[in-house]
């Protein structure tokens, strides 16, 4: 009799921590980390060379889908994913746009997302109705993707996942 008591409260402490956990993620971290929300938000200035870089892309595109692969090129070289990663420097979630701009590597979904909305809306080939920011859980943790519409069809594109091999138009894989 014992034994099954000290079993149910494992089975309910274990329950609680995951709940706990699920919320912690899906729930908490829309609302304190910046850009992890729904929301679409557009910042009214940029960088200089920010502004540059998208410009020098909107020449060399004839079209959405065009801007959408060669800013998704650009970014994905600049910046990548990485598994845990995060959990190391919990402050790279708020970084602010001008400070990632200026800077390589590492980026978690939410800011490497962010940078790609901004060069979408900015070219002026896409509108903030045009985007839809997906989350999922991810090996462990929530994601962030994106959903563009390019001739009335969602696409998803996720520059973090590239690094594990996810080419634009496929969905990331999580458990």
């Known amino acids: 009799m014992i034994i099954y008591s000290i079993l149910l409260i494992i089975i309910k402490l274990s329950f609680a921590i995951v709940i706990s956990y699920f919320l912690l993620f899906f729930v908490l971290s829309r609302f ?3 850009y992890f929300n729904k929301r679409i ?53 708020f970084q602010r746009i001008d400070s990632v701009w200026t800077t390589k590597g ?28 997906i989350h999922m859980y991810y090996y462990g943790s929530i994601h962030q993707y994106i959903e563009v519409k390019i001739n009335n069809k969602s696409m998803p594109v996720d520059i973090w996942s590239t690094a594990y091999g996810v080419k634009m138009g496929d969905r990331p894989k999580g458990i």
Do not use: R, T, W
């Open 32 to 34: 304190f980390i910046p």
């Open 41 to 93: 938000y557009i910042p009214e200035q940029i960088p200089k060379d920010m502004e540059k870089v998208i410009n020098n892309l909107k020449k060399q595109s004839k079209n959405k889908k065009e801007f959408l692969e060669k800013a998704h090129e650009y970014l994905s070289k600049k910046y990548f994913g990485e598994d845990y990663a995060m959990f190391k420097d919990p402050a790279c979630f």
């Open 106 to 133: 590492f980026m978690p979904c939410n800011i490497q997302n962010q940078m790609l909305i901004i060069f979408l809306i900015k070219s002026g080939f896409f509108k903030k109705q045009d985007i839809k920011k």
